[in-house]
């Protein structure tokens, strides 16, 4: 069927959800601002940050929306645009249907109300938005890439409406606790689940047997499971990948990792399937096996100190690969970065509001904007001073296995994006100072750190610049505030509520190394 060709009549079962990967090459029939508008939003939409809502007769997609929540968080206001209905469904409702998801997507998020905009030339948008209770706040010029005469894009000027309107009121009335089925990632996007056909498709593809039952073995993200081979040899894991993780994220991730392998880091290589790839597609998931390594986790102080020289001699590795799309974002991130924790965390913030029933709840919500901004203020004169590169993202803890006291094995590349390498060491960082704050108090936390700092440069390539030096404990401050991404995944307020909870400590310590910035910068100093 070519969508863009046919006229169809739309059945009353018009679907209308956040958009998958695979939605896209069906979109760009008649859409052709696929690479330059829709993909980069559907990453975001991973993270909670953004989201691309879809209308469909399915597969087929007959009308877009994008909704931004960070651009306006300021505001307390998400951001609309980028809205389309295909020719063959215009004035069916469906651009009504479009809007009204969008709002109570935004309400759900703690956000009060939404914004968009529209050209003064078009009489008949605008007659929809007033009709929907939108109002004319200002008007402005908007530049808009478009291709000129050489199809190259250029800005073009718009002189464009700007509109508001009210959704404080948007949730559902049946039960203002409940989420949206499609308004949290883990729902429309779970993690897969061990089954009886998995297995088939894996035995068929991979050619290999196992003995006993093949056993789950967690993960936060993937499902990962171990396939033991008889007595003798370790096996092998499987790992299944959530249905956000796209072939080119695989193969980015398999090319990443065969180059650190083939530079004698103790990389794991995925085993070829029998077709020669490196991995398979079982319904909406990607699917690779790997061998088992036996290792202890990077947990303690003696394997930390060795562990994070081989960060330093990763990130050397990493910083000599040249940059993809698919290589330098991650699909959901454990990471807020400089530019966006403070917007986040005013998202955040109107969330916890939104349900915050007592004081103390209020002022968690106080205390992490207050954070926020103090971070983005300190972090200020480091700005565009921080080298960026790919970095493993989550080198911690079952991700890097010792035996013997040696790093047997580097795993799981999933939070491989671009970002200051001093993220990525601020986060080993992060993990070890609440070990540190437990045992030696804020006011003692600095010297252990400072001992895994010293490890790290000693192997760093190239040295650590003195920006990078004083921002690192600003960096680790805005770790405490990784949280804040996620609220906006979770299940129920109640889910919101026990990760606020759970990350209290983190955050009261965060604000305290921010108070005392200068010294921990001494500490840090070489």
């Known amino acids: 069927m070519n969508l863009a060709r046919s006229r169809i009549r739309v059945p009353a079962n018009v679907t209308i959800r956040p958009a998958r990967g695979a939605d896209l090459k069906l979109l760009a029939q008649w859409n052709p601002s696929i690479d330059r508008v829709v993909e980069p939003t559907l990453r975001r939409q991973n993270a909670g940050d953004a989201a691309v809502l879809l209308a469909l007769v399915e597969p087929w997609p007959v009308g877009h929306l994008l909704v931004d929540f960070v651009a306006l968080a300021r505001e307390n206001a998400a951001h609309l645009w980028h809205m389309g209905v295909h020719d063959s469904v215009i004035s069916r409702g ?40 939108y109002a004319i706040v200002g008007e402005r010029d908007e ?10 894009l250029q800005g073009v000027g718009h002189r464009c ?46 050619g290999i047997a196992w003995a006993g039952e093949p056993v789950d073995i967690g993960g936060s993200s993937n499902l990962n499971v171990r396939l033991r081979a008889a007595e003798g040899h370790a096996g092998h894991v499987l790992r299944v990948h959530r249905a956000w993780v796209t072939s080119d994220r695989l193969s980015a991730i398999h090319s990443v990792r065969r180059h650190l392998a083939e530079r004698g880091l103790p990389v794991v290589e995925p085993l070829a399937a029998r077709s020669g790839a490196g991995w398979i597609r079982v319904g909406e998931n990607l699917a690779e096996v790997e061998p088992f390594v036996e290792g202890e986790d990077m947990d303690r102080s003696e394997t930390l100190l060795a562990g994070i020289s081989w960060l330093a001699r990763l990130h050397a590795e990493l910083s000599r690969i040249p940059l993809t799309s698919a290589a330098a974002l991650a699909p959901t991130a454990n990471h807020v970065g400089a530019q966006l924790v403070l917007p986040t965390a005013r998202r955040a913030a109107a969330m ?13 919500a106080a205390s992490i904007e207050n954070l926020a901004q103090a971070i983005s203020l300190a972090e200020g004169p480091y700005a565009g001073q921080l080298p ?60 252990p750190l400072a001992a895994l700092l010293r490890a790290y440069a000693d192997a760093a390539s190239p040295p650590l610049s003195e920006a990078e030096q004083l921002d690192l404990p600003i960096a680790i401050a805005r770790t405490c505030l ?7 995944q979770r299940v129920s307020w109640e889910e919101q509520r026990q990760v606020v909870e759970a990350n209290l400590s983190e955050l009261a310590w965060g604000a305290a190394m921010i108070h005392d910035l200068e010294r921990w910068q001494e500490a840090f100093a070489q």
């Open 482 to 488: 990784h949280f804040t991404r996620h609220l906006a």
């Open 143 to 152: 530049f808009w890439p478009e291709p000129d005469e050489r199809s190259e």
């Open 94 to 133: 469906i651009g009504s249907e479009l809007i009204a998801s969008a709002e109570r997507m935004s309400a759900e998020r703690g956000l009060r109300s939404s914004a968009l905009e529209v050209e003064t030339t078009n009489a008949d948008a605008l007659r929809l938005y007033q009709r929907l209770g």
């Open 352 to 364: 916890i509001r939104s349900w915050a029933s007592t004081a103390d709840e209020k002022e968690v």
């Open 388 to 447: 960026r590169q790919l970095v493993h993202g989550d080198f911690w803890d079952n991700n890097v296995l010792f035996c013997d006291d040696k790093v047997a094995a580097i795993l799981d590349f999933d939070f491989m994006e671009e970002r200051p390498r001093i993220d990525d060491l601020a986060l080993v960082l992060y993990y070890a100072c609440t070990a540190a704050v437990e045992s030696h108090g804020t006011a003692g936390a600095p010297q």
């Open 161 to 206: 409406w700007l509109l508001r309107k009210d959704i404080s009121g948007a949730r559902s009335s049946s039960d203002r606790r409940e989420l949206s089925p499609w308004a949290r990632s883990p729902s429309w996007c779970p993690r897969p689940e061990l089954s009886p056909q998995l297995l088939a498709a894996v035995r068929q593809a991979h």
